[in-house]
């Protein structure tokens, strides 16, 4: 009886292994680039419309923008914006995006970026584990914020966590 029960432990050591190395960070990347005055008051205005105004759009950018978790503003000013083309010019081989940057380089504007993060996994307890961050897997350079890291114990100790799953899913292998 006590070896079934060891064997029980084994397997579902196993499945948790397994659940926390999921990946929880598959998702894709949504940009919307807007141009507009400086009032800043616009900005939220915006930033909600990215979120939730779909009504403009066509089915396929419905799906694409319904369901944004998360939203983030880059402000691109004008020294950014020549900066940017310059170093893209040096580099990039293809012509037309060479062209596109060389029109971006000859009157370079002020604008705001929201890009947002759509996931592929989106239950309610990959929420919970992308909370938490419970995986294996590095964190997007995109998500990682220094408030996001300091977030909880669990994800400060994450690594703690894996070991004592997969010791205990070794105990349990040599018991049976």
């Keep these: 009886m006590i070896k079934y029960f060891y064997r029980f432990m084994e397997l579902l050591m196993f499945k948790i292994h397994n659940w926390w190395h999921r990946d929880i960070y598959n998702y894709y990347v949504v940009y919307s680039e807007m141009c507009f005055d400086k009032d800043v008051s616009k900005h939220q205005e915006e930033m909600d419309n990215f979120r939730v105004n779909v009504l403009k759009k066509t089915p396929q950018e419905m ?5 944004v978790q998360l939203t983030m503003m880059y402000h ?8 940017r083309s310059k170093q893209v010019l040096e580099k990039e081989t293809s012509e037309t995006i060479k062209e596109w940057f060389e029109k971006n380089l000859e009157n370079p504007t002020e604008h705001w970026e929201y890009t947002g993060v759509n996931y592929f996994h989106n239950t309610l307890t ?10 294996c897997m590095p964190v997007p350079t995109q998500l990682r ?8 114990f669990i994800s400060r100790h994450w690594i703690d966590v894996c070991d004592l799953i997969e010791r205990s899913q070794a105990f349990f292998a040599d018991m049976t």
């Design 145 to 152: 914020k220094k408030s996001r890291q300091d977030k909880n």
């Design 126 to 135: 990959d929420r919970i584990r992308r909370y938490f961050q419970w995986t």
């Design 63 to 67: 799906k694409r923008y319904k369901n």
């Design 76 to 83: 691109h000013t004008i020294e950014k914006d020549i900066e």
